[in-house]
């Protein structure tokens, strides 16, 4: 256990000087590996933490990704025989519960993660221990959700999981129960990811740096924090009756004890219509710092696309109820939902509106990264279009839970969030890693997945348009129409499309793998960027920065770099990168303390599946799994966030102390 | 690493793990004893823990330059609070089971800490340095108990004004509260520099007060509606002989789990029974019900006489030969009344020998026919 | 913007719109674009604008963006102009899209409250959901010669040009009620009566399927609207008013009332059935299956779906002459029912040999502890090949 530390003599009354012991009492000693499995078990750094969210996110992409092929393979054909009606119900919950929860959110994680603090010259997150405690919370989350598979069946009642068919009588397997106790473990994740982010972005931004200085990518990855901060709780509480009902026979959602299925209706879609925008905003925030990069001009109107995500994000919880037009709220509730849904697409056609005009009389480098932050504008400018189709509500009563709701959020996911992301990895990858992702292999990989994503989704319109309702273990050709384009020949076309995407996705898995395989190293400031993150070395060293900049402009590292002719009104490059490094490292801070690894948070974070593997199957399994959280807790507690430096074992000869970050 | 006390309790501990398994698989597998032995396991790893934490106490293993006998003593609370504790269980034990728990948790709670405190003055001979070890250890525990206190007592005290006083006042309380909590919290936002004590005292005078009203509600009862409410369990109401109570909620179609599922109201006025059927403008005397289906019929009386609506839903067999007919009742009410009415009708209109009515005993000639398909 | 850029964009707006019509299927069953009654036709009036003016806007984003591209690309050029943006500009493009979208929403709003009216009802149908078949109610309504309450499934009849109002609900899962050609859908919610407005301009069957995922079978829970003329539905009226014959003795029909008695009859009701004993076989499914409801079979054969309107009982040929009949003479065809020469016998034995073999349901005996024993859909029920052939029989004189 943690070590309490050496007390400070306070001198100077009368009696005798106190004296105070000095050595340290308790059993355990830190966590002292930087190489090796430990140091990444252990870590508490915000960038190791980021790499992890992202692998994790991507393990599940994949997983998500061939849960989608079947589906697809499913209903390649009518009358489908690859899945059974029970695994395909399984299937499609688990596709849209990895993709949204356990992909397209942790991945986002990951970039906030890693490129926040550097964003906004800082040395880490305001709680790192805590940091490391939603990593390993949603890591937990995740595989336990995913072991109902092996344990009975995985959930079957659709991601939103409606009542009264989520209930222990219409879904007697442990599907929904693993499915909402890993969501509980995982949605501790985005608590304490956004109230570590919005204490980090509003506290420890470099001087000089006010909020509309700051990148565009930490400004909307604070509106998503805040998203999450009043979103979580609603979906806790739903889950939480949800549990209750399954596990201890309550009647939240029972009819024939008085209750109103609608009611879990509302507390999901509470959460689930701003959690749409949570998934949105960060890759929206990506393109906004990757456009401008290769556009070699700031973003256009900067506050507007500032102002128009704080926008999205307060309008977003006034629109949950359109995903209700059919479930009989009546005509005042859904024409004031109709309208303020309506109302949201302004604020989000002004950031299409500012990323193109971005785009215009810019200097365009069409890199891998620019590839997909355009095809996201035009992919992205399809799917909103066909939202607002949908905001009109008695159009809505057409196309609701139709495949032109499909074809609808996977041009919202994929072709907005999904692509955004991809952006990043192209764009950031050298910084993360020191090496650059094959361009060239890139671009190939752009072009299969914008292929493969419109063959797969764009049919669904057609098909949703003309009566194919979503969540269909078989479709049957005497609803096919006639034709050649009959329905059946576009779920031919969707399901080759899923393996053009897929293929796609491949493509950018090899791309990885040659690159880390490549001796390459990237240039340290290969796009000509223009926020903070640039400014010191690839990959970052673990405090970040030699010395915290002081901030004077939006685009500050750009602003560094060059100048603008008086005269003439033309920029000159007045510094290169290395320079702009080598200066901060002559100068760097004499003493840099990081934070401290700990045991405690995976300690932690591994404690709570033992609870909920106890309310499935055996109470005293859980009040063991309690216990173990309560002793968690208290480790924790004890410990100080920062070790002193007698807590670790003396450097070997040679070696620098292992806590106190080199100093070049 | 482990020391002799941790040695003991992690001993203690795998014990009572191992009994509660044996007891399982051998006594009696009903949990409940098992569940206690693992109370006991998950007490004795605590205190295993907090021994291996604190070396057995023995704050000066290393310490060799802490000289003997320079204990800072300073004044506590927890003997006082220990007797208080001790009073409250032999009270308790005679006069009323919350005051013995009330006592035992107060000396249960008071001997950690003054254990603790001990253990701490005698750490060093620096006060602080003491003071922070103390904290150290049993902050943990004490911040999240002291929250969830004071939040309980508040939360708990507002809800019993809420509950005692008039519905409309009621409205009124809240919106003045939030109000002034606004307000407040505004004030201290805009004057930083409030001197803490005047911050502190505030809220601790708005916690007691707060406090002491929910005591004086709580002694106060609920408000008589809410009372009536309670005795008149209001949606299983089914009697149809001597009326046991007179209190009911007058307008039973305000209740929003009903507006959007009445299948019909039934409306007595003028002597003469008529139905209105959801989404038929017209006025009918039959109305169709699906069956295997609760339906609910809201019943409105607009006579000047008490009535109830009664409905007859077929027979049962109670015995072999003897059946009895079903009936399904409103209470009696007054006019400009309604009350609902919901039951399930299992089978068709057929299987009946007499069709399924909604009548007002004592008014001849006028009923609802029920018709199931 | 130019005048080139507009003829461009006018041009690929039409293109795309062109390509998008003609990529679509012809006479799919549930097309949502292709309305056949009055309420199904506001719905399309108001969205037609909207996907138009949705396209025009997609198209003009498309090509500003391509011209983007091709025109900015770096050939070398200086350094852009660091501007960070026109306010002017910025405003106008919020206040644009802002009115265009209160354009949108002042007709949204009023098409949402005439889809909403129930004072002009002429005719009201229960419309009860339930895992995985619909029960269609008809209370009695003697202007339409409904003189007591008509109970049928699978497939709903309504008279053409009459406002018919639907009052749905559930015995168990929220399921939704969609007939594309006839109006959008509306969730029937267990302990929630709601009401969906329904009118045909002229007689055909109008197909339609469950959009509420309802569980296990949902892909199987299918419905069809079959529109008849007046005189038509008046005719439909007085045989569904009929009870069914008992077939003649001595008969495999007979034979096969004695199975239906024996097996069916604990859940599924044939009015006029009567027991060995004189008395009327009354069905109990409330003591067998969880919803508490089975279909009714008196008028089985003058349906001609079975099993949640997912499998034909017509043959494939007569199938096609009656839904490819003209809207003169459907309502002939459909009030012809199915006769012997038609009858689907592949299927039909095939769901009495093992029906969950067919359609998923819960029926396994040996997983029925959290629903106390009862079934969620049709179990198997062992018949044998001889039993399964009588029961034919018997069930083809349902007419």
């Keep these: 256990m943690a070590i309490i530390e050496q007390p400070v003599t306070t001198g100077g009354i009368a009696l005798a000087a106190p004296v105070t012991p000095t050595k340290a009492q308790g059993g355990f000693r830190r966590p002292v590996s930087t190489t090796g499995w430990k140091s990444w078990l252990f870590t508490v750094d915000h960038k190791k933490l980021g790499i992890m969210y992202g692998v994790m996110a991507m393990f599940f992409f994949l997983l998500g990704g061939i849960e989608a092929v079947m589906i697809r393979m499913q209903l390649a054909a009518p009358n489908g025989k690859v899945l059974s009606a029970s695994v395909y119900n399984q299937m499609f919950t688990m596709h849209a519960t990895t993709m949204v929860f356990l992909f397209v959110m942790p991945m986002a994680a990951a970039f906030a993660n890693y490129f926040v603090p550097l964003q906004i010259g800082a040395r880490d997150v305001a709680f790192p221990r805590m940091n490391a405690f939603g990593f390993w919370c949603i890591l937990g989350g995740g595989i336990f959700i995913n072991l109902s598979w092996f344990l009975g069946g995985a959930a079957d009642g659709g991601w939103f999981m409606y009542a009264p068919n989520s209930g222990p009588i219409f879904s007697p397997s442990h599907g929904i129960d693993f499915w909402t106790l890993g969501l509980q473990i995982a949605g501790i994740a985005s608590l304490t990811g956004a109230i570590n982010l919005i204490v980090t972005v509003l506290n420890m931004r470099a001087p000089g740096m006010s909020l509309m200085k700051m990148p565009v990518f930490t400004w909307l990855t604070l509106v998503v924090q805040f998203l999450l901060l009043f979103a979580v709780p609603v979906i806790t509480v739903a889950l939480f009756l949800l549990s209750f009902q399954r596990n201890f026979g309550a009647t939240f959602f029972d009819v024939s004890a008085g209750a109103d299925p609608l009611l879990w209706q509302h507390l999901f879609w509470i959460f689930g219509h701003p959690e749409v925008y949570i998934l949105i905003l960060p890759s929206f925030g990506i393109i906004s710092e990757v456009l401008p990069v290769f556009a070699k001009k700031p973003l256009f109107g900067y506050p507007f696309v500032v102002f128009s995500g704080a926008a999205i994000g307060f309008v977003g919880w006034g629109v949950w109820a359109h995903h209700m037009f059919a479930s009989g709220l009546g005509p005042v509730s859904v024409a004031v939902f109709s309208i303020s849904t309506m109302a949201i697409a302004i604020p989000t056609g002004v950031k299409i509106v500012n990323w193109t005009l971005t785009l215009w009389g810019g200097k365009l480098r069409f890199t891998a990264a620019m590839h997909f932050a355009i095809g996201l504008i035009v992919l992205f400018t399809i799917g909103g279009l066909s939202g607002v189709t949908h905001s009109v509500a008695p159009s809505d009563t057409q196309q609701t839970d139709t495949y032109y709701i499909v074809a609808h959020f996977h041009y919202v996911l994929f072709g907005g969030a999904v692509f955004g992301l991809f952006s990043g990895f192209y764009y950031w990858w050298p910084k993360m890693f020191g090496k650059t992702l094959n361009e060239k292999l890139g671009k190939v990989n752009f072009w299969f997945m914008v292929i493969g994503m419109n063959m797969t989704f764009g049919p669904m319109h057609i098909l949703g348009l003309q009566g194919q309702p979503r969540r269909m273990y078989q479709w049957t050709e005497a609803r096919a129409g006639e034709g050649f384009f009959n329905l059946a020949f576009w779920n031919r076309i969707a399901s080759i499309g899923s393996l053009v995407l897929s293929f796609g996705i491949l493509l950018f898995l090899i791309n990885v793998v040659k690159t880390s395989r490549s001796k390459e190293r990237a240039p340290l400031d290969p796009w000509d960027a223009r926020t903070l993150e640039w400014m010191t070395s690839s990959p970052p060293k673990e405090h970040n920065f030699d010395v915290i900049p002081t901030v004077h402009h939006l685009d500050e590292f750009f602003h560094r770099k060059y100048e603008q002719d008086p005269v003439t009104h033309e920029y000159k490059q007045i510094a290169t990168a290395e320079e702009i490094l080598a200066d901060q490292e002559a100068h760097a801070d004499k003493h840099i303390h990081m934070p401290s690894p700990s045991y405690w948070p995976i300690v932690l974070a591994a404690s709570l599946p033992v609870i909920m593997i106890g309310v499935i199957y055996s109470i005293p399994v859980a009040i063991l799994g309690g216990i173990f959280t309560v002793l968690a807790m208290f480790g924790w507690a004890l410990e100080p966030s920062t070790a002193p430096e007698s807590d670790f074992d003396p450097p070997a000869s040679g070696e620098s102390t292992k806590e106190l970050a080199p100093l070049v | 690493m482990f020391t002799p006390g941790s040695k003991l309790f992690l001993g203690l501990t795998g014990f009572a793990v191992a009994v509660s398994v044996i007891y399982v698989a051998l006594v009696d597998n009903s949990m409940g004893g098992a569940v206690t032995l693992l109370f006991i396991a998950a007490g004795t790893a605590l205190l295993a823990g907090l021994t291996l934490f604190n070396r057995d106490g023995d704050v000066a293993v290393g310490a060799t330059d802490a000289p003997a006998g320079a204990e800072q003593l300073t004044a506590s609370l927890w003997p006082l609070i220990a007797t208080v504790g001790f009073v409250g269980i032999v009270v308790g034990l005679i006069t009323h089971p919350i005051v013995f728990l009330l006592g035992l948790i107060a000396l249960l709670a008071a001997g950690v800490e003054w254990l603790v405190q001990s253990w701490s003055e005698g750490a060093s001979s620096d006060n602080a340095y003491n003071a922070s070890i103390r904290g150290r250890l049993l902050q943990p525990i004490e911040f999240p108990v002291l929250a969830l206190v004071g939040l309980g007592v508040v939360i708990l005290s507002f809800s019993r004004v809420m509950l005692a006083v008039q519905r409309e006042a009621g409205a009124i309380i809240f919106i003045g509260a939030g109000a002034v909590v606004l307000l407040v919290g505004t004030l201290f936002a805009l004057k930083p520099n409030l001197k803490k004590t005047l911050v502190v005292s505030v809220c601790v005078i708005s916690a007691v007060g707060v406090a002491a009203s929910g005591i004086a509600a709580a002694s106060n009862g609920k408000r008589a509606e809410l009372v009536a409410a309670n005795a008149e369990d209001h949606f299983s109401h089914k009697d149809c002989g001597e009326e046991k109570n007179a209190h009911f909620d007058g307008t039973a179609q305000g209740t929003i789990s009903l507006r959007s599922s009445v299948d019909a109201t039934v409306e007595l006025r003028d002597g003469k029974l008529i139905a209105h059927e959801l989404g038929i403008d017209k006025a009918t005397q039959t109305i169709t019900l699906t069956k295997s289906n609760n339906a609910t019929i809201i019943f409105r009386n607009k006579d000047n006489k008490e009535a109830r609506l009664t409905a007859y839903l077929g027979t049962k067999a109670v015995q072999t030969g003897v059946v009895e007919e079903v009936l399904d009742c409103t209470q009696m009410i007054g006019k400009g009344h309604e009350q609902a009415l919901t039951f399930k009708i299992a089978k068709p209109s057929m299987a009946s020998v007499k069709p399924y009515t909604l009548t007002v005993p004592g008014l001849e000639g006028q009923s609802i026919e029920i018709m199931v398909p | ?399």
């Design chain 3, 1 to 399: 913007m130019s005048t080139k850029i507009r003829r461009i964009t006018a041009g690929i707006s039409g293109l795309a719109a062109t390509a998008f019509l003609a990529s679509c299927a012809k006479n799919a069953p549930q097309d949502t674009w292709q309305p056949k009654g009055s309420n199904a036709r506001t719905i399309d009036n108001l969205q037609e604008p909207v996907f138009a003016i949705a396209g025009v806007i997609g198209v003009i984003v498309l090509c500003v963006v391509v011209y983007c591209v091709i025109k900015f690309r770096d050939r070398g050029q200086a350094m852009p102009e660091q501007t960070h943006g026109k306010p002017a500009l910025e405003i106008g493009m919020t206040i644009l899209p802002a009115l265009i979208l209160a354009g949108v929403g002042v007709f949204t709003f009023r098409t949402v409250f005439e889809l909403a009216k129930t004072s002009d009802t002429q005719m009201v149908v229960n419309v009860t959901g339930q895992q995985w078949w619909w029960e269609y109610d008809y209370p009695a309504q003697v202007e339409l010669g409904i003189t007591k309450p008509i109970i049928t499934s699978g497939q709903m009849i309504i008279p053409v040009g009459t406002k018919v109002l639907l009052r749905e609900t559930s015995r168990d899962v929220i399921h939704s009620y969609w007939i594309p050609a006839l109006n959008g859908k509306r969730d029937a919610v267990p302990g929630r009566v709601q009401t969906l407005r329904i009118d045909a301009d002229k007689p055909g069957i109008y197909a339609g399927q469950c959009t509420e995922f309802c569980g296990l079978s949902h892909a199987n829970m299918r419905m069809e609207t079959v529109a008849l003329s007046k005189e038509d539905f008046a005719a439909w009226v007085a045989n569904q008013l009929t009870d069914a014959k008992s077939p003649a003795d001595k008969t495999l029909a007979k034979e096969g009332e004695g199975v239906f008695l024996n097996q069916c009859v604990r859940c599924h009701q044939v009015n006029g059935l009567k027991k060995a004993d004189g008395t009327p076989a009354i069905a109990a499914p409330d003591e067998n299956v969880w919803a508490g409801a089975a279909p009714n079979l008196t008028h089985l054969m003058s349906r001609n779906t079975f099993a949640g309107a997912s499998w034909d009982l017509l043959s494939q040929k007569c199938r096609a002459d009656v839904w490819g009949a003209s809207s003169e003479t459907v309502g002939k065809k459909y009030l012809a029912g199915v006769s012997e020469a038609c009858l689907n016998q592949t299927d039909l034995r095939r769901w009495l040999r093992n029906a969950p073999a067919m359609k998923p349901m819960y029926s396994d005996p040996t997983k029925l502890t959290p629903t106390n024993g009862k079934y969620r859909g049709m179990p198997n029920l062992g018949l044998t090949e001889d039993d399964i052939d009588k029961l034919v029989a018997y069930l083809s004189t349902l007419k």
